[in-house]
């Protein structure tokens, strides 16, 4: 038999171990709950620290468009209705009249619209800038660049550096959105061998991230064109080439070309290693712009644009 104090003492061993075995279990989850809280709120820090500069900088982007840009949301227009749309507002002119005793005068004919007449129509009516508002904000911005149904629609700035706008805004406001600023060794009036524009490839799809896009040859069939805009004059932005380089490529973009037979070499080599193909067709006396932003295939990958630009303006 067993003695009954020897049955309670195995009980109080029993149970004891239990007790153990809940206050090690309990101790166990009080530590998982604690890693886990400290784990939420360094995630929460970490994505506000993150997050927070996008928001304002996407915001103060917003604002700065709602006072310098005017966009109207228009249906595909033919050719034909540009065209007429364009003869409506000669036609509203006022008329020469015949004066008695005068010689007859005939009415100057309205000219037929070139393909670029009818773009510049089309594009000026679609988006305009405030110039002068943006010369008050910073007197280093030189122009605008806009893609149609896409993020790319920002001021391009141009100050005394590479470095200062990779982390300001267009009015100097510190953020890591930075802006789209031009290279400084640039003249600001796009009159150089070639323009380099630069821009971050942000998270949020925003600055130059959509360029990346141009890896694929359904984007470039559905974004052939940019545009930018100064001052003086329109510029359509003809893209015929983009592909992958190493940071320290900027240096082979020839601001100016030594000869036609260089430039003739690249922009051949650059055909040859885009990612996708255009039939845009690059004339010895053409000026060309390139974009750069960042890529993340290998350390320190860019991806870069090309594009011809055209003058839309006299």
């Known amino acids: 038999m067993i003695?009954?104090?020897?049955?309670?003492?195995?009980?109080?061993?029993?149970?004891?171990?239990?007790?153990?075995?809940?206050?090690?279990k309990n101790w166990f989850l009080?530590?998982?709950?604690?890693?886990?809280?400290?784990?939420?709120?360094?995630?929460?820090?970490?994505?506000?620290?993150?997050?927070?500069?996008?928001?304002?900088?996407?915001?103060?982007?917003?604002?700065?468009?709602?006072?310098?840009?005017?966009?109207?949301?228009?249906?595909?227009?033919?050719?034909?209705?540009?065209?007429?749309?364009?003869?409506?507002t000669q036609m509203a002119l006022p008329t020469a009249t015949n004066v008695p005793g005068m010689p007859k005068m005939t009415p100057t004919?309205?000219?037929?619209?070139?393909?670029?007449?009818?773009?510049?129509?089309?594009?000026?009516?679609?988006?305009?800038?405030?110039?002068?508002?943006?010369?008050?904000?910073?007197?280093?911005?030189?122009?605008?660049i806009f893609m149609e149904r896409e993020n790319i629609n920002y001021p391009i700035v141009k100050g005394q550096n590479n470095y200062f706008y990779l982390t300001h805004l267009p009015d100097k406001t510190p953020n890591r959105l930075g802006s789209i600023f031009m290279d400084f060794r640039n003249e600001p009036d796009f009159s150089d061998d070639t323009t380099v524009l630069f821009g971050h490839n942000m998270l949020d799809d925003s600055m130059f991230a959509p360029l990346e896009n141009y890896r694929e040859q359904w984007y470039y069939d559905e974004h052939p064109y940019l545009y930018i805009f100064t001052p003086d004059a329109t510029y359509r932005v003809e893209v015929f080439a983009g592909y992958l380089v190493e940071a320290n490529d900027i240096g082979s973009l020839h601001q100016s070309f030594e000869s036609i037979e260089e430039k003739r070499d690249f922009v051949a080599k650059s055909i040859l290693r885009s990612t996708f193909e255009s039939n845009v067709h690059i004339d010895d006396d053409d000026r060309i712009v390139s974009l750069f932003t960042c890529a993340y295939d290998f350390s320190n990958a860019r991806y870069v644009v090309h594009g011809k630009l055209v003058q839309l303006t006299p």
């Open 30 to 88: 009080n530590i998982l709950a604690a890693i886990l809280f400290i784990s939420f709120v360094v995630f929460g820090v970490l994505f506000f620290k993150e997050t927070i500069p996008y928001w304002r900088g996407n915001k103060a982007y917003t604002d700065m468009n709602k006072k310098a840009v005017s966009i109207k949301t228009l249906e595909p227009l033919s050719a034909e209705a540009i065209s007429e749309a364009y003869m409506q």
């Open 109 to 144: 004919p309205i000219p037929t619209l070139t393909a670029d007449q009818i773009d510049l129509f089309r594009i000026n009516a679609l988006i305009r800038i405030d110039f002068d508002y943006l010369q008050g904000v910073n007197t280093d911005i030189v122009g605008w």
């Open 3 to 24: 003695d009954k104090n020897e049955e309670t003492s195995t009980n109080k061993s029993s149970e004891s171990i239990s007790d153990n075995k809940k206050t090690g």
